[in-house]
């Protein structure tokens, strides 16, 4: 029998309160439904669980699989979409899935060590631009995933709150504008909107056979190809210098490798940043400040 652990428990009663508890509760059931229906054994839940519960499993052939559930079925459901879209580009293999059940059975990434195990950041980011060069392929045109300026949603959102009531925001005004102006730039001037994953980070590229490496986690974002590379320039930011220097460094192989601007992608990250801090505000945190300094750490590269 699977036992949920307490941390995660507590978890989704932050996120959900008491049907997130009640889910959650209710996960063993769940899981001995999919190890009948999928035909596998179950094996241990990962350990550094947060929003879904995910647990290794073996299958009949003796294959490791992966078994993800989710109290926020709608996202999986994009998640296993962008997963299918993006087979035999470097993604992981979706194995099968259930919608209202809220469950995907993915394939195992073996050894699955992540991209953040290369310490040499050079290594890393050019390991990083071969995954990506892969991935990207024209979105849907009758679509399921958010646009860009949905995703950008919060930034407005920050500015009608604080409009309204006619005080103060707490956000460096010149900050919101300018991330407001470089998005109204970017998405009026993207030429093509692709399927993007939406969180390409170290933590979301895994070991996968000899020299292969692939992809999991998408979001599932349509919009402008130079997004993609932001989340992986926002992680491990001072491996080998200070983060300036990193983040020039990073921007510039990308550019040169995947045929990008680099003009475009600094930009992106100084609306990025400005999301941060909005999501920082809306979740209830003060430490907004992180995210004007993501800001205007790219606005330096602009310069």
Not at 187 to 197: A, D, G, K, M, V
Not at 260 to 277: Q, T
């Amino acid at each position: 029998m699977i036992v949920i652990p307490d941390t995660f428990i507590k978890r989704m009663h932050e996120l959900h309160g008491k049907q997130g508890v009640a889910w959650a509760e209710a996960l063993p059931g769940l899981i001995a439904d999919c190890a009948s229906r999928f035909d596998f054994i179950p094996e241990a839940p990962f350990s550094d669980l947060s929003y879904n519960f995910v647990i290794r499993v073996k299958r009949s052939n003796g294959k490791p699989a992966v078994l993800k559930s989710s109290f926020r079925k709608d996202e999986l459901s994009r998640e296993v979409s962008v997963l299918r879209a993006y087979e035999g580009r470097g993604a992981i293999h979706v194995l099968d899935a259930d919608d209202e059940w809220g469950v995907a059975l993915l394939e195992g990434a073996d050894p699955g060590t992540p991209l953040s195990s290369i310490e040499d950041d050079a290594r890393a980011t050019g390991l990083f631009c071969e995954v990506f060069r892969r991935l990207h392929l024209p979105a849907p045109t009758s679509s399921r995933y958010p646009s860009m300026r949905e995703h950008f949603a919060a930034i407005e959102r920050y500015r009608e709150r604080f409009n309204d009531v006619n005080i103060a925001g707490p956000l460096p005004k010149n900050w919101v504008e300018n991330a407001e102006e470089c998005l109204s730039y970017l998405i009026s001037t993207t030429s093509e909107n692709l399927l993007l994953h939406g969180d390409l980070h170290h933590e979301n590229i895994l070991r996968h056979g000899e020299e292969q490496w692939a992809v999991i986690d998408p979001k599932g974002i349509m919009g402008d190809i130079h997004f993609d590379t932001i989340q992986y320039l926002l992680n491990y930011e001072d491996r080998g210098g200070d983060c300036e220097q990193v983040l020039r460094s990073r921007i510039a192989i990308i550019a040169d490798r995947l045929d990008l601007d680099p003009h475009r992608i600094a930009m992106w990250g100084v609306a990025r940043g400005v999301l941060e801090a909005c999501w920082t505000i809306e979740n209830g945190g003060t430490d907004w400040y992180r995210g004007i300094q993501i800001t205007e750490r790219f606005a330096k590269c602009l310069h």
